[in-house]
T-cell receptor, first 115, second 115 residues
Framework: AQSVAQPEDQVNVAEGNPLTVKCTYS??????LFWYVQYPNRGLQFLLK????DNLVKGSYGFEAEFNKSQTSFHLKKPSALVSDSALYFC?????????????WGLGTSLAVNP | KAGVTQTPRYLIKTRGQQVTLSCSPI?????VSWYQQTPGQGLQFLFE???????NKGNFPGRFSGRQFSNSRSEMNVSTLELGDSALYLC??????????????FGPGTRLLVL
């Protein structure tokens, strides 16, 4: 069965330090991969996606993510965290093939950046 | 370009009542998807509409229904509300939907509280 795992419910980092939010997936074939962020009482905002090509994808607000096919991972990273990055982060995957190509969502990782 | 709008933003209902939520997609987007978000379950896919037809459906009871109009605006209805229906309901739009690696854009959500 297709699935997405965000193994950490919460990540805490100090402002100015690098941050990583992890995502692994189980999808047959080559997936489309997405990261979204949700601020309190808001909808989800698109950060970045991997479609094809360079495994390192750059997105909004200084975030980037690296697609690793062998490890079936798509970890979100930022070199220097800001307090304003504190939010809920979701990873999502869609299979390229097959008839049922819904987005499969992780349960989210709460990021807390401490001043 | 205006984003995805959802109305109302907040709702309080009692058990047994029914509720209708509305979503206006980004202009030109023809695919609208609905999600239920709860703290414990993350984002759960309800259904997707494209060109006034339900194209995909999640694992929700028949109390949850939706429709899409010719202008791509969509509504979802929940009948005979239960306490467990309390959640944030999110609408997302995209140009053509799940067939590609395109991005879904989310509205701010409707927060439903069932008492």
């Amino acid at each position: 069965a297709q699935s997405v795992a965000q193994p950490e419910d919460q990540v805490n980092v100090a402002e100015g330090n690098p941050l990583t939010v992890k995502c692994t997936y189980s999808v047959s074939g080559n997936p489309y991969l997405f990261w979204y962020v949700q601020y309190p009482n808001r909808g989800l905002q698109f950060l970045l996606k991997y479609i094809t090509g360079d495994n390192l994808v750059k997105g909004s607000y200084g975030f980037e993510a690296e697609f690793n096919k062998s490890q079936t991972s798509f970890h979100l990273k930022k070199p220097s965290a800001l307090v304003s990055d504190s939010a809920l982060y979701f990873c999502a995957v869609r299979d390229r093939a097959g008839n049922n190509r819904k987005l499969i969502w992780g349960l989210g990782t709460s990021l807390a950046v401490n001043p | 370009k205006a984003g995805v709008t959802q109305t109302p933003r907040y709702l309080i209902k009692t058990r047994g009542q029914q509720v209708t939520l509305s979503c206006s997609p980004i202009s030109g987007h023809r695919s609208v998807s609905w999600y239920q978000q709860t703290p414990g379950q993350g984002l759960q896919f309800l259904f997707e509409y494209f060109s006034e037809t339900q194209r995909n459906k999640g694992n929700f009871p028949g109390r949850f229904s939706g429709r899409q109009f010719s202008n791509s605006r969509s509504e979802m209805n929940v009948s005979t509300l239960e306490l467990g229906d309390s959640a944030l309901y999110l609408c997302a739009s995209s140009l053509v939907g799940q067939a590609t690696g395109e991005t879904q854009y989310f509205g701010p959500g409707t927060r439903l509280l069932v008492l």
